[in-house]
């Protein structure tokens, strides 16, 4: 079951649901010039292209956490901090989350990658409709402990991300109910790199109110 507070100009109510389906989009950006780039400098790297752009990828629902600290296997994982839509009785939320990824798993396959790590999600809901007039001016933002300092990660608006209903209809269809869906995430600053703690924010500067949630990162042996 997963639990959050949904903040709305009347105040605040708790929202719980068990999720029944995890899609991570991935490749949203509007730029389709720059995504070829950057799918073309991944491939140089061994990073195989989507099949498609943008592209869903399904992950367990039992990857999904909203715990402050998250195990993962070996030194080359991270966290990208993204808007997340949450489908709950026909209603559609949102919610800032986190697509914590194996970055060496990653040039095998990376769908595999994106399964292999935790789905952070944060603790609070927003409404859709309050904040799809505005969508543009939202600012995602994540910050990184990185050898013991904490560093300024990803800064962008997400104007520069395909909207919600456009990520939806290229999905083919409504989002069922209890359907949980990553939309996406801005680059990072210095490049992708591992951290011991991770923490993101989706800012809402039209209506003055901020979504939050962190956590840290522990990293277990790789025994063969």
């Not at 752009?53 to 998250?70: D, E, H, K, M, W």
């Not at 399964?115 to 001016?137: M, N, S, T």
């Not at 919600?164 to 109910?177: C, E, H, N």
Request: aromatic share 6%.
């Amino acid at each position: 079951m997963l639990s959050f507070d949904l903040h709305t100009r009347q105040g605040k109510q708790r929202v719980t649901f068990e999720p029944a389906a995890l899609i991570v989009a991935g490749w949203t950006g509007r730029d389709a010039a720059a995504l070829r780039h950057h799918i073309e400098e991944l491939a140089a790297i061994g990073v195989p292209r989507p099949s498609s752009v943008p592209v869903f990828y399904r992950n367990s629902i039992l990857n999904l956490t909203q715990a402050s600290a998250v195990e993962v296997l070996g030194p080359d994982t991270s966290g990208e901090v993204e808007p997340v839509i949450v489908a709950v009785d026909g209603k559609l939320y949102l919610t800032v989350g986190s697509d914590h990824t194996d970055r060496k798993a990653e040039t095998q396959g990376i769908a595999l990658s994106k399964q292999l790590c935790p789905k952070q999600l944060g603790r609070d809901l927003w409404a859709l409709d309050d904040v799809a007039d505005h969508w543009d001016q939202l600012k995602l933002r994540s910050f990184a402990t990185i050898d013991g300092q904490r560093l300024a990660y990803q800064d962008g608006t997400l104007s520069s991300m395909r909207p919600p209903a456009d990520l939806i209809a290229r999905y083919g269809s409504v989002l069922a109910s209890n359907t949980v869906m990553y939309c996406g995430t801005v680059a990072a600053i210095g490049g992708i790199r591992p951290a011991t703690r991770f923490e993101m924010e989706l800012e809402d500067p039209v209506l003055g109110r901020t979504l939050k949630h962190a956590y840290d990162i522990s990293v277990l042996p790789v025994v063969s």
